[in-house]
């Protein structure tokens, strides 16, 4: 919320969007966050009608019947699916507006460090199709860092490390501006994905992502663990006799199962601290 609340103080607008790979937040100026939701649409195939949208659509994921599909209609933090992200964007803005007057809105828009311009004109382009006046992009490090309260303003080196579901943005921010970035396309999305295919490999159980995502909020560390009486219990279905089955893994095993793209973010850290000049190392080591 610091993001929001910090960037309404530079802008003149009247809601602000983090329109995420995992989730979509939007913000009101005088009220804070007024939606937090899965960025998650159910559509059916038959008719191209949506049937859900957020929570609810998100329920569906891993359980719809042939006709159903669950869409994310963002990937790696940018539109993949333009007329599902444009009626997602439309649904939320819909729901906000069912008990306040907001009409044609200037909004600000949260956006990865990498992005093409192709890719911001799709964001830009959504947004002005399901009635958005203005459209204001910022670079998702530089919104983190606003909202963090650092003192961006200042002839200083301030390191940001944004890990989302599709990215996560490595920045380093001075004098108001972006001295270094890096959006990296391993982030949250990828560990679940890991955790997958470790239980898969090591224990021979079949879970969905939404089970993985569960178990990484629980469980999931970037230092080893010294406890092995932490257990998480999981329920999966038994790849070699394809019938249900319960096990109990440890948070030692979590962060096994997530070590390589958490190797992968550190590895973009370390680029980060490379390239930059020996004053900003010096800044961030305070």
């Known amino acids: 919320m610091g993001f929001f609340r910090n960037l309404f103080g530079m802008f003149s607008t009247h809601l602000a969007m983090d329109l995420g790979t995992a989730n979509t937040l939007i913000y009101m100026k005088g009220e804070g966050i007024i939606l937090n939701q899965p960025s998650v649409v159910a559509i059916d195939n038959n008719t191209g009608k949506v049937i859900a949208v957020g929570k609810e659509a998100k329920e569906y994921i891993g359980r719809t019947p042939p006709n159903i599909s669950a869409i994310r209609p963002l990937k790696d933090g940018v539109i993949a699916d333009f007329d599902v992200a444009k009626a997602m964007i439309k649904y939320f803005l819909k729901v906000v507006s069912n008990e306040r007057k907001i009409s044609k809105p200037r909004m600000v828009v949260g956006v990865p460090s990498g992005i093409t311009q192709v890719e911001k004109k799709a964001v830009i382009d959504a947004c002005f199709q399901v009635g958005i006046r203005d459209v204001y992009l910022m670079e998702e490090p530089?919104?983190?860092?606003?909202?963090?309260?650092?003192?961006?303003?200042?002839?200083?080196?301030?390191?940001?490390?944004?890990?989302?579901?599709g990215t996560t943005e490595v920045a380093i921010i001075s004098l108001s501006a972006v001295a270094y970035s890096e959006s990296l396309r391993v982030a949250g999305d990828e560990l679940d994905e890991a955790i997958v295919r470790y239980l898969q490999r090591k224990h021979q159980l079949a879970i969905g992502?939404?089970?993985?995502?569960?178990?990484?909020?629980?469980?999931?560390?970037?230092?080893?663990?010294?406890?092995?009486?932490?257990?998480?219990?999981?329920?999966?279905?038994?790849?070699?006799?394809?019938?249900?089955?319960?096990?109990?893994?440890?948070?030692?095993?979590?962060?096994?199962?997530?070590?390589?793209?958490?190797?992968?973010?550190?590895?973009?850290?370390?680029?980060?601290?490379?390239?930059?000049?020996?004053?900003?190392?010096?800044?961030?080591?305070?």
Do not use: Q
């Open 142 to 165: 530089m919104a983190a860092s606003i909202g963090a309260g650092m003192p961006i303003e200042l002839p200083r080196g301030n390191m940001i490390i944004d890990i989302g579901g």
């Open 209 to 286: 992502v939404i089970a993985a995502e569960k178990i990484k909020i629980e469980g999931a560390s970037a230092y080893p663990i010294d406890s092995l009486s932490d257990f998480i219990n999981v329920v999966g279905k038994d790849l070699l006799t394809s019938i249900p089955r319960s096990i109990k893994i440890s948070k030692e095993e979590v962060r096994e199962a997530i070590d390589e793209p958490i190797s992968a973010i550190l590895d973009s850290v370390r680029r980060a601290l490379e390239k930059l000049p020996a004053e900003f190392v010096s800044d961030l080591n305070e």
